[in-house]
Each structure stands twice: as structure tokens, then as C-alpha cells.
């Protein structure tokens, strides 16, 4: 079966995301996590490959070699497309990094211009009139402007977009979309010839998003959030993905390192349930202090028969105060380092379900597992799929979720329906 599609992502949890896409589209998908080499091999038959970079927040040329580099690996495994996934939040700054990304994954695939869309409905992220939605606050006004790392204080994409690319960039309306495939193709096209390269797609619908996708099949590169992704996934003929079965036996653990406040209503959930909870003191871990050794002894005095969670969550008041004696960076760091290595002892004591919230932290987690290649299951939430190890610690099932996607019983609901 030859790869159809390719798919680079700006974070492990992005990728996971855009994988479940491109899987309920039909589409039997391997998800890859880093830079892939030379030897590192898809599992057999599959349609798509993603590509999970942590490229999002990383310095600019960094981000950009990265991504090139993912774009060559997908050509030589058979991909003629390339979908760029980033956040559907847009998370990105002045600088970058999704200008400066899309333009050289142009440049390289010889692409004249693209169509962009962030939309991911079921998430409640619409675009309307070039205007970036989170249910129905602008995203200027919801939480996201309080992001640690990349705080969204603007809604307007085609003015985002616009400044960190010197290129052109227009609006395709959302009374466009509504008039079908052929309406924007052709608005594509007119956009081009009028010196456009980024077009900026209204969206408001899972079928909007089936037209937008529809109508990009022929570009060379398209670029969104996951919604897009699956559009287009439902232009391809359908190959019907193979059902992966989670495993049965072992315990099942919860690591969480996002801060946002959907993480944080889950984390309140999972601890009101009576179910085991230990918060990590990254502080005292600063100090020196054996933060790991204490949470490993605490993990092996819990009921075998329960999951657990282990967090280094925050409130915006308690992380701002990490933040304020560690440093925006060394604060992040410590928390990967730690959730990671975590992670590495708890799957060495036989933790085979392992669920992890944070894009940061999922990039942490599956580099200290050295998990390279995972296949994608079944969803508990959208966006939120449960993958499986194929050759690094062969039964071990992984559910990677962006901080603010997942329903607030998630971690509850999900670990309990394995049992």
C-alpha cells in the first residue's frame, strides 16, 4: 500500500491530533515522533504519516530545518502531499514559527501558494471572517492570551499570518466556502494570480472543512489545524484502518505538565474521584531535592487496581510564581526533565496505559521512552486517540493530549474504560 499522504506537526500532541483526523477519515496512520533518520521505518500499510516535531515554540532556523527535513523523509517514504499541522490556536508570535515554516516548505515543494485554515469545530474553534474563534469567544478574549509560552492577544489571522511572512496573504470568505469545491478552487487560483501566497479559508463546519479539503487535493502543501487535515483525508478513497486493541494487563498512570485550564478541570476531576493524585514541587526539585525518588516511593504504596496521576500543574498564580524564581525556560525544562524521566520508571514498573497532558510534556515523555513510531487508535475525546507502540515497548499504549482538548472527565473516563 503506498503512502498517500505526509504530514509534518509542530508538537507531539498537534500530531496525535492530526493523526486521529487523517484515522477517522479513513486513513490507516503512523505517527513518528522527532525528526525521523534515514532508518527509521513506517509500520506496514499505511496510508498516512505524521511527523511530530517540537517545533512550535523553538528558535526560528531550528524550526525551519526541522520541518524541511520531515518534508524530504515523507518524499522519499512516497507522500506527493504535505500537510503542515500547527495549533488551532494559531500559536505562533510576530517571528514565527508559522510563517517562516510554511514559506520554506514552499519553497522546497516548488508551491505557489497554499490555503490555510486553523477550524477544528468539534473543538470549538471556528474562523469567521479571517477571525479565529474559541467556542464563542474571540481568541483574543479566552484563555489562550494567558499562554505561558506563545499568549494569542490577537484574533485576526490574515494581520497574524501577514506579519511573519513578506509575502502576500488574503481571506477566503466564509460565503465562498458556502458556494462549494469548484467556488474555491477558483478563489485560490484568482488569489495566486493576484500575487497571494497564503490564503486564509473561513470556516465554520466539519462540511465547510470537507469543501476547503476537497478543493486543496492538488496543492503540493496545505496548511491547518486538524479539521482541515481530516477534510482533506475524506478526499482520498477510503482504505478502512485496522483496529488496534489496548492491552488488558498492567497499571495505568496519568502524567500532566500542561497548565491550561481545561488540564486543570481534569486534574479536579480525577482527584474528586478518590482516585490517587501526587502534584510534583518543581521548586524543590531546583533545590536538589529527590522530587523523583519521593514520587516513585509514593507511586509503589497505591492500590495496583487504581491508576494514579502525577502532575506538575499549575494555576496561572502558582505557575507565574516558578516562573518568576526559575525563569520562563528553566521552569518548562524542569518539567519535562522530571515528567520524562517519571515516565521511563513507570513504564520499567509496569505501567502499559499511559496517558500525558501537554504537548511539552508528550515531547518529553515519549523521547525518555525512546518510543519513535506509534500506530493510532481509536479516541476517547476528538483529537485525543489512544496509539500503540509497534516496536519500542511492544504493548505499551500511549494517549497523548493537547492541554486543552478532552472533556473535563477524560482522565477518569478514559483510563477506567480499559479496566
Same mark, same amino acid.
Given at each position: 500500500?503506498t503512502?498517500?499522504i505526509?504530514? &509534518?506537526a509542530?508538537?507531539?500532541?498537534?500530531?496525535?491530533?492530526?493523526?486521529?483526523?487523517?484515522?477517522?477519515?479513513?486513513?490507516?496512520?503512523?505517527?513518528?515522533?522527532?525528526?525521523?533518520?534515514?532508518?527509521?521505518a513506517?509500520?506496514?500499510?499505511?496510508?498516512?504519516?505524521?511527523?511530530?516535531?517540537?517545533?512550535r515554540?523553538?528558535?526560528?532556523?531550528?524550526?525551519?530545518?526541522?520541518?524541511?527535513?520531515?518534508?524530504?523523509?515523507?518524499?522519499?517514504?512516497?507522500?506527493?502531499?504535505?500537510?503542515?499541522?500547527?495549533?488551532?490556536?494559531?500559536?505562533?508570535?510576530?517571528?514565527?514559527?508559522?510563517?517562516?515554516?510554511?514559506?520554506?516548505?514552499?519553497?522546497?515543494?516548488?508551491?505557489?501558494?497554499?490555503?490555510?485554515?486553523?477550524?477544528?469545530?468539534?473543538?470549538g474553534?471556528?474562523?469567521?471572517?479571517?477571525?479565529?474563534?474559541?467556542?464563542?469567544?474571540?481568541?483574543?478574549?479566552?484563555?489562550?492570551?494567558?499562554?505561558?509560552?506563545?499568549?494569542?492577544?490577537?484574533?485576526a489571522?490574515?494581520?497574524?499570518?501577514?506579519?511573519?511572512t513578506?509575502?502576500?496573504?488574503?481571506?477566503?470568505?466564509?460565503?465562498?466556502?458556502?458556494?462549494?469545491?469548484?467556488?474555491?478552487?477558483?478563489?485560490v487560483?484568482?488569489?495566486?494570480?493576484?500575487?497571494?501566497?497564503?490564503? &486564509?479559508?473561513?470556516?465554520?463546519?466539519?462540511?465547510?472543512?470537507?469543501?476547503?479539503?476537497?478543493?486543496?487535493?492538488?496543492?503540493?502543501?496545505?496548511?491547518?489545524?486538524?479539521?482541515?487535515?481530516?477534510?482533506?483525508?475524506?478526499?482520498?478513497?477510503?482504505?478502512?484502518?485496522?483496529?488496534?486493541?489496548?492491552?488488558?494487563?498492567?497499571r495505568?498512570?496519568?502524567?500532566?505538565?500542561?497548565?491550561?485550564?481545561?488540564?486543570?478541570?481534569?486534574?479536579?476531576?480525577?482527584?474528586?474521584?478518590?482516585?490517587?493524585?501526587?502534584?510534583?514541587?518543581?521548586?524543590?526539585?531546583?533545590?536538589?531535592?529527590?522530587?523523583?525518588g519521593e514520587?516513585?516511593a509514593?507511586?509503589?504504596?497505591?492500590?495496583?487496581?487504581?491508576?494514579?496521576?502525577?502532575?506538575?500543574?499549575?494555576?496561572?498564580?502558582?505557575?507565574?510564581?516558578?516562573?518568576?524564581?526559575?525563569?520562563?525556560?528553566?521552569?518548562?525544562?524542569?518539567?519535562?526533565?522530571?515528567?520524562?524521566?517519571?515516565a521511563?520508571?513507570?513504564?520499567?514498573?509496569?505501567?502499559?496505559?499511559?496517558?500525558?497532558?501537554?504537548g511539552?510534556?508528550?515531547?518529553?515523555?515519549?523521547?525518555?521512552?525512546?518510543?519513535?513510531a506509534?500506530?493510532?487508535?481509536?479516541e476517547?475525546d476528538?483529537?485525543?486517540?489512544?496509539?500503540?507502540?509497534?516496536?519500542?515497548?511492544?504493548?505499551l499504549?500511549?494517549?497523548?493530549?493537547?492541554?486543552?482538548?478532552?472533556?473535563p472527565?477524560?482522565f477518569?473516563?478514559?483510563?477506567?474504560?480499559?479496566?
Amino acid at each position: 500500500m503506498t503512502l498517500r499522504i505526509g504530514c &509534518i506537526a509542530d508538537d507531539f500532541t498537534g500530531g496525535t491530533d492530526v493523526a486521529a483526523a487523517f484515522r477517522r477519515a479513513g486513513l490507516r496512520t503512523a505517527l513518528v515522533f522527532g525528526a525521523p533518520e534515514d532508518t527509521t521505518a513506517l509500520p506496514a500499510g499505511c496510508d498516512a504519516a505524521v511527523v511530530a516535531l517540537k517545533s512550535r515554540s523553538t528558535p526560528v532556523d531550528e524550526a525551519v530545518a526541522d520541518s524541511l527535513a520531515a518534508q524530504r523523509w515523507l518524499w522519499s517514504q512516497g507522500a506527493a502531499q504535505v500537510y503542515f499541522k500547527y495549533c488551532s490556536t494559531f500559536d505562533s508570535t510576530p517571528q514565527g514559527n508559522i510563517g517562516p515554516v510554511t514559506d520554506a516548505l514552499m519553497d522546497a515543494a516548488g508551491a505557489g501558494v497554499t490555503l490555510h485554515c486553523p477550524a477544528s469545530p468539534p473543538n470549538g474553534r471556528t474562523v469567521y471572517q479571517g477571525h479565529l474563534f474559541v467556542h464563542d469567544q474571540l481568541l483574543s478574549d479566552s484563555p489562550l492570551r494567558h499562554h505561558p509560552l506563545n499568549p494569542m492577544t490577537d484574533s485576526a489571522l490574515v494581520r497574524l499570518l501577514s506579519a511573519q511572512t513578506r509575502h502576500h496573504v488574503a481571506l477566503l470568505d466564509w460565503s465562498t466556502v458556502r458556494r462549494g469545491i469548484a467556488a474555491v478552487r477558483d478563489a485560490v487560483v484568482a488569489h495566486q494570480q493576484s500575487g497571494v501566497r497564503h490564503v &486564509i479559508a473561513d470556516a465554520l463546519t466539519d462540511e465547510d472543512l470537507a469543501v476547503l479539503g476537497a478543493a486543496a487535493l492538488e496543492l503540493p502543501l496545505v496548511a491547518g489545524a486538524a479539521g482541515l487535515a481530516e477534510g482533506l483525508g475524506h478526499a482520498y478513497p477510503a482504505a478502512g484502518p485496522a483496529a488496534e486493541t489496548l492491552p488488558r494487563d498492567g497499571r495505568a498512570a496519568v502524567l500532566a505538565g500542561s497548565c491550561s485550564a481545561r488540564t486543570l478541570e481534569q486534574i479536579a476531576q480525577f482527584y474528586a474521584a478518590g482516585l490517587p493524585s501526587l502534584h510534583l514541587d518543581v521548586l524543590a526539585a531546583a533545590t536538589g531535592r529527590d522530587v523523583i525518588g519521593e514520587a516513585l516511593a509514593w507511586y509503589d504504596e497505591q492500590d495496583p487496581d487504581l491508576p494514579v496521576l502525577i502532575y506538575a500543574s499549575a494555576s496561572s498564580d502558582e505557575l507565574a510564581a516558578v516562573q518568576a524564581h526559575l525563569g520562563v525556560a528553566e521552569a518548562a525544562a524542569r518539567v519535562e526533565e522530571l515528567l520524562g524521566t517519571l515516565a521511563a520508571h513507570l513504564v520499567e514498573r509496569g505501567v502499559r496505559r499511559l496517558l500525558v497532558a501537554g504537548g511539552e510534556t508528550s515531547g518529553a515523555v515519549t523521547t525518555a521512552l525512546g518510543v519513535r513510531a506509534v500506530l493510532v487508535g481509536e479516541e476517547a475525546d476528538p483529537g485525543v486517540p489512544w496509539t500503540y507502540a509497534t516496536t519500542e515497548h511492544d504493548g505499551l499504549a500511549l494517549m497523548l493530549k493537547s492541554g486543552n482538548f478532552g472533556a473535563p472527565d477524560l482522565f477518569v473516563r478514559a483510563l477506567a474504560e480499559t479496566e
